[in-house]
């Protein structure tokens, strides 16, 4: 083969990045910083607030592709008292993906809570989901939630 640098190549003398066969639908390569990488599950994320944990709210959450739920992660904005607030993560179906306490005793703002949902995590496109809080304690306060999904 002559000796031909990479960047004067073009069409069918181009080739894709190394592990691509072998890589699933809606992967992404992560370069690791170290000359390599990895193939990685493409994500998207949703955000949103519940604008006062302390009184029992559902949120409604679009879903625009299909996917799996793999997190949601929550922070609080200030202290809350008195009893826990307990977030649920539901599917459409109304199933429960898991819960979150989000505990009273030295609660503070930036207190962050997280869920790995194992099962009824999987979203449709154009579906939703929901994310309830009971209303458990009191004392106002906004808790910011971010939904991290694994696109198929």
């Known amino acids: 083969m002559a000796n031909v640098s990479h960047s004067t190549l073009t069409?069918?003398?181009l080739h894709e990045p190394k592990g691509v066969a072998s890589a699933s639908n809606n992967e992404v390569y992560v370069?690791?910083?170290s000359a390599s990488g990895?193939?990685?599950a493409l994500q998207y994320h949703a955000h949103g607030v519940i604008a006062d944990v302390s009184t029992s709210e559902t949120v409604y959450i679009p879903m625009p592709y299909a996917g799996?739920?793999?997190k949601v992660?929550?922070?609080l904005e200030g202290a809350i008292?008195?009893?826990?607030?307990?977030?649920?993560a539901k599917n459409s179906a109304g199933s429960s993906m898991g819960t979150i306490t989000v505990a009273y005793t030295s609660s503070a703002a930036g207190d962050v809570d997280t869920l790995a949902p194992?099962?009824?995590n999987t979203v449709t496109a154009d579906d939703y989901i929901t994310i309830?809080?009971?209303g458990g304690s009191t004392t106002a306060q906004k808790l910011w939630w971010t939904v991290v999904v694994d696109r198929s």
């Open 11 to 13: 069409g069918a003398d």
């Open 31 to 33: 370069a690791n910083g």
């Open 38 to 40: 990895a193939w990685t």
């Open 68 to 70: 799996t739920v793999a």
């Open 73 to 75: 992660i929550t922070v």
């Open 81 to 88: 008292t008195v009893a826990d607030a307990t977030i649920t």
């Open 118 to 120: 194992a099962s009824n």
């Open 132 to 134: 309830e809080t009971d």
